[in-house]
Every structure is written in structure tokens, then in C-alpha cells.
């Protein structure tokens, strides 16, 4: 699935903002930045649009941080994460005894986000009552809290992102056309990471350099047949699941790249089970032990501390034998 990317240029003082210095603040360099993850621009001077897992945060926030607004806060929401009786609240924000519960004044994404950027991820499933409100700010730049007769003045970029196509969504009437059409004004496309394989063995060596710091932990480079057993692997989960073999790689050694060879129980956001996890987490330990002991029973017992039989019985559930251990 290709994910969009849309990216909403305000107007200032009645004309639009100077689009040659905004390109080049954002877009232009994110393009040289990102050449070989988009896979074209479209549009003149108002609006972005990005897929799951396929890095559309790392590209909003790039383009923010690159941008005359960098000084200014980016401000995120997943509208497709926020219940639809607090997304408006969570947008605009509210007074305090606009409804049950409002206790104080809190001010809203939106008005947070003044001279700097709003990133709508899952922006499709937004209520079509807040689309409405979402264009008037768009076309007023201007904002009203909840249980406020107040108008506050904004002045804010905003980024939508979609999983979805919009233009389908808004021919069936599901999503706003003239909201659609309003953030459309610059679009870049993002190919799923199956996609681009050439950026794989870059991006893994990043999230591994990142991972080492976290985790105070050498980092390990990659040979060129584990470079080449990453490019093979379809990643479903996207980027996100490349981040999250990175960790893995860093914390477990090389063993953990052995988990890209079998099938995973993932969604298509590279997610599994608790369980799943654990007991993945749990193979890959065991293997990392073995490889350091070189198949040895006993000292495998003294690295993981545990028991002679608790070792077998681990052993035999994940299918693993001493003999392809030992040198």
C-alpha cells in the first residue's frame, strides 16, 4: 500500500506565502533527502499528503525542521486513534464547563501548533463535522474553542497523511471534496519500504546506530549476506518493523536477523501478540546463548540462569539443537 503525503501552505496578509522560499525551506530539500522514498510531487502551493509504517512521522517532521517554522512546535494527532467525541476537543481545544468533565481551559492542537506544524495522520477518519470546522480554519486561519464565543487567530502549516485515497473517499462521500482538495496541493507518495530496498541497508544501519546509544551496546555493522538477507525480506510492517529488528540486532547480536527468515505473525503494521513477542524474544535469546557458548549445555545454563531441564524443554519447543552450536 503507498501511503500520501500532503502538506497545507497557509496564506499571509491576503496573498499566498512566498512558495519558492517555502519549497525550498521544505520540500525541495526533503526531495534531495528522500529522492529514492518519494515518488513524486505534485502541485503548486497549498497542501501534503503520506502509508502505514512507511515513514510519512520522519518526513512530516523533516519537513517541519527544515522549514522557516522549525522554531516553532510540531504538533501531531493520529485521527484515526482519538475517540470521536474527544477528537474535537483534542483539535480545538475547549473552556472550562464547555461539557462534563471540562474542568479548565485547555487549548487544542490546533492553537498549539500557531507559526509551526500540524500533522494529521489517518486524516480519513476524521468525522465529517470536523472536516467542516478543519476547512474553515483552513480557509480563515482561525480557531474557537469549545464553549468559547471567542475566535483566536492561527497561523499554523498543517500535513495530513492518509492510508487511503482520498480523491476515492471523496467521490463516494465519505471524505469532503473541498477539504480534499484544499490539502492537495503538494502530494508526495511513499512506496512501501518492499518498494525500495536499496534505502534498506541505510536505514538499518541508522536505526541500529540509534538503538546502540539507547541501549548502551556496541554497534555491529552488517556483512554483506546479512545486508542481502534484509533486502529479501518483503517487510510487511514496513519501516516500522525494520526499527524494531534494529533493536533486536542490538540487544540480541546477529541471531535476531534469523527472524526475518521465517514467517512472522504480524499485521500489515508489523505488530504481534504480547505472547508472540515474548516467545520470539525468547528463541532469539536462546540462540544468541548458544552461539556465545558454542552449543555447551552447561555454560548456556550459567549465561541464561536457569536449569538443566528448563533449558531442554526451551530447546526442544523452538526446534533448536546443540550440535548446530558448536564449532
Not at 182 to 194: C, E, F, T, Y
Not at 233 to 239: E, I, K, L, S
Request: glycine share 8%; net charge negative; with cysteine.
Amino acid at each position: 500500500m503507498m501511503e500520501t503525503l500532503g502538506v497545507n501552505f497557509e496564506r499571509r496578509n491576503g496573498s499566498w506565502s512566498d512558495l519558492g522560499g517555502q519549497l525550498q525551506d521544505g520540500l525541495i530539500d526533503v526531495v534531495a533527502f528522500a529522492s529514492g522514498l518519494m515518488g513524486m510531487i505534485n502541485g503548486t502551493s497549498a497542501g501534503n499528503v503520506v502509508s502505514t509504517g512507511s515513514g510519512k512521522d520522519a518526513l512530516a517532521r523533516y519537513i517541519h525542521e527544515n522549514s522557516r517554522r522549525s522554531s516553532y512546535n510540531f504538533v501531531a494527532i493520529n485521527c484515526g486513534a482519538v475517540s470521536e467525541n474527544l477528537i474535537e476537543s483534542e483539535l480545538f481545544g475547549h473552556e472550562a464547563g464547555a461539557f462534563t468533565g471540562a474542568e479548565k481551559r485547555r487549548i487544542g492542537k490546533i492553537e498549539h501548533a500557531h507559526q509551526g506544524t500540524l500533522f494529521l495522520d489517518e486524516v480519513e477518519s476524521m468525522p465529517m463535522p470536523l472536516q467542516i470546522k478543519l476547512l474553515r480554519v483552513l480557509e480563515e486561519q482561525k480557531v474557537e474553542r469549545l464553549g468559547s464565543n471567542h475566535v483566536q487567530q492561527v497561523d499554523v502549516r498543517i500535513i495530513a497523511a492518509t492510508k487511503s485515497n482520498l480523491k476515492t473517499l471523496s467521490d463516494e462521500g465519505v471524505f469532503r471534496a473541498d477539504l480534499y482538495y484544499r490539502l492537495n496541493v503538494v502530494k508526495v507518495d511513499i512506496p512501501p519500504l518492499r518498494e525500495r530496498k536499496e534505502d534498506i541497508p541505510t536505514l538499518f544501519h541508522h536505526f541500529v546506530l540509534i538503538a546502540a546509544v539507547r541501549y548502551d551496546r556496541e554497534s555491529i555493522p552488517l556483512n554483506a549476506g546479512q545486508a542481502a538477507k534484509l533486502t529479501h525480506h518483503d517487510w510487511p510492517g514496513n519501516v516500522r518493523e525494520l526499527r524494531n529488528l534494529a533493536e533486536r540486532y542490538v540487544l540480541l547480536g546477529p541471531a535476531a536477523l534469523d527472524e526475518t527468515d521465517t514467517a512472522q505473525a504480524t499485521d500489515v503494521n508489523g505488530r504481534r501478540t504480547l505472547a508472540e513477542l515474548m516467545d520470539g524474544f525468547e528463541r532469539l535469546a536462546l540462540i544468541s546463548a548458544l552461539n556465545a557458548c558454542h552449543g555447551s549445555i552447561k555454560d548456556t545454563m550459567v549465561e541464561l540462569g536457569i536449569a538443566r531441564k528448563t533449558l531442554y524443554d526451551k530447546m526442544k519447543k523452538h526446534g533448536l539443537d546443540k550440535a548446530e552450536f558448536k564449532e
